[in-house]
């Protein structure tokens, strides 16, 4: 069992940067690829980036690539996602997740998800 709690969300104008934070409970961290989709309202969730389970390499959405960056801390059981030039079209409640395949993740059908720090970008 994996418990995710996300940190770091907030009000910001475009052109700003956040960064997100994400804690995990359990021993077993360095076992989960971890990654974040996000959900803004009336809309579908969305995949935005996963990294493996080393933090050796990481894959982004197109709309993440360039501007946000993923990443981990394994010896503290953490994970986060700097995002640099935010956009209005980024506002959305942020999920962090977890699943031991990486692939499950990035189709967004994770085995464990936390309940998310909302983010809105004003223009």
């Known amino acids: 069992q994996v418990q995710l709690v996300e940190s770091g969300g907030g009000l910001v104008q475009a052109g700003d940067s956040l960064k997100l934070s994400c804690a995990a409970s359990?021993?077993?961290?360095?076992?989960?690829?971890m990654g974040w989709f996000r959900q803004a309202p009336g809309k579908e969730r969305e995949f935005v980036c996963a990294?493996?389970?080393?933090?050796?390499?990481?894959y982004c959405s197109d709309s993440a690539k360039g501007r946000f960056t993923i990443s981990r801390d394994n010896a503290k059981n953490m994970m986060y996602l700097q995002m640099d030039n935010l956009k209005p079209e980024d506002t959305a409640v942020y999920h962090c997740a977890a699943d031991q395949v990486l692939h499950n993740i990035v189709v967004i059908n994770p085995a464990y998800w936390g309940q998310g720090t909302q983010v809105t970008v004003s223009s």
């Open positions: 359990g021993r077993t961290f360095n076992t989960y690829a």
């Open positions: 990294i493996i389970k080393s933090g050796s390499s990481s």
